[in-house]
C-alpha cells in the first residue's frame, strides 16, 4: 500500500491507463480539417519555412507552435499517421501528468493548509488519515483526465492537437507558477528558485499564446488560482487585479496585431469573432447556451457522443430549451462566485 501511494506510481499508472485507452487509434485517418491544414498545406512540408524564412509564421501567427509541430511530424514521416497520432497521445498523457502535479500541489497551499480544528484540509505530508486520503486525490483526478471520453477528439483528430498542446503549455504554466508561489511562502524560501519558475511560467504562457488563441484566458485564471489559494492583503489584491488587466491588455493585443489603425485595428476584432457560416451572430449566442450546457452534460454524462453535432438552432431566448439553459448556466456562474 506504501509503494501504491508514491507519486513516481501514480504517475505511471496515468501513463498506462492513458496509452491502453488510445493504443487502438494510431491509424484513424486524416479527417475534416486535417486535409487542409495537414495534407493539402504546402508550409508544414519545408521546415525552413518555421526557422530560415517567415513564411511559417505569416501562415497562421497566433498558431505558430501548432503548426511547427505539424511540420516536424511531416519531416519525420510524410502523411503516415501513426507519427501524428503518437505525438497527440504524448501531448495528452503529458497534461494528464500535469494536472496531477497541479492538484498535488494545490493540497499545498496555504489555503488549504490548516489546522484540523477549523475542520479544514491538512498537509500532505501531515501524518494523518485525511492525508493519506488526499494522497491519491491528484491520482484521481488525472486518472478522470486521461481516460475521459470526452477528450477522444482531442487526441484522435488530428489536427486538433492545437488545443491539446496548448492547454499543455497552459498547465504547465500554471503548474510553473503554483510550485514558484509555494517556494516563496515556505518557511526557508528559495526566491532564486521561485525567480527561476516565474521566468520559465511566462515562457510556457508564451509558447501557448503562439499555439492556439484559448491561452488568453491564462491571465485570469492565474490571478483566481492566486486570489483563491494564497493569503493576499488588500494592497496585494490590488496589485495584482492591475497587473492582469495590463497582462490580459497586452496579450490580447499581441494576438490581434498592433501597429494597425484603430478602424483596421476594429475591424480585425470583429472579424476574429466572427463565426465562419451564415448563422446570425444573435442565433448563434442564443444557440450556445444550450450547446454549453449539452457540453457540461457530457462531462458528467459522456453518452450519445458525436465528431460533428447537427444541433438545432435557436432563434429566440423564450423556448423551454434556450430559456431554461440559460438559468442554469446563471446558477452555475453565481454557485462559482
Known sequence: MALFGRPTVHLLLVIACGFLTYSNTFHVPFVFDDDTSIVNNPVIRNLENFFLNGTGYSYNPRRFIGYLSVALNYRLGGLDVTGYHIFNLGVHITTACLVYALVRLT?????????????????????????????????????????????????????????????????????????????????????????????????????????????????????????CFFRMTIKQKVVILLLTILALSLAFMALIHTGKPLGELLSDVSRMTRVETDIHRGDYLLTQFSVIVTYIRLLVLPINQNLDYDYPLNHTLFTMRTFSSLLLLMALFGLAF
Open 107 to 227: 493540497l499545498q497551499t496555504p489555503f488549504l493548509i490548516r489546522n484540523s480544528r477549523s475542520g479544514a484540509l491538512k498537509p500532505l505530508t501531515a501524518g494523518n488519515s485525511e492525508s493519506k486520503t488526499l494522497k491519491f486525490l491528484p491520482l484521481l483526478a488525472a486518472l478522470l483526465f486521461v481516460v475521459h471520453p470526452v477528450q477522444s477528439q482531442a487526441v484522435t483528430y488530428i489536427i486538433q492537437r492545437l488545443a491539446s498542446l496548448a492547454t499543455l503549455f497552459y498547465l504547465a504554466s500554471l503548474v510553473l507558477y503554483a510550485k514558484g508561489r509555494l517556494f516563496q511562502v515556505s518557511d526557508d524560501p528559495a526566491h532564486g528558485k521561485a525567480v527561476f519558475l516565474y521566468l520559465a511560467a511566462s515562457a510556457a504562457a508564451a509558447l501557448a499564446m503562439q499555439t492556439k488563441e484559448i491561452a488568453i484566458t491564462l491571465t485570469i485564471v492565474v490571478a483566481s488560482y492566486e486570489f
